[in-house]
């Protein structure tokens, strides 16, 4: 299979390779240039929160809502209390 540059700078990915990749439009892509002039195309791997689950350990417990308020307030109050560093 063969592509061609236009242009603009653009080229257009033959359909059997774009439904085998499974790609799409807007899809984003790393660029490497290698010394012999090979050109590798990464799909750029794209960041979800479920990759977040289990980062942090659980809590003990579950905080209350008024636990948090209060400790949002807290926080708050010191960080705009005069002369703080914020």
Known sequence: MQ???????QMTLPSAVRARLG????D????????????????KPTAS???LRGLLPRPKRAL????M???IAAH???KHRPGSKS
């Open 49 to 51: 929160v479920t990759a």
């Open 69 to 71: 308020d209060a400790g």
């Open 3 to 9: 592509a061609t540059l236009t242009s603009k700078g």
């Open 28 to 43: 984003h892509f790393l660029v490497t240039v290698q010394d012999d002039d090979t050109i590798i195309l990464k799909r």
């Open 23 to 26: 790609l799409e439009a807007g």
């Open 76 to 78: 708050l109050g010191a």
């Open 64 to 67: 209350t809502v008024e636990e």
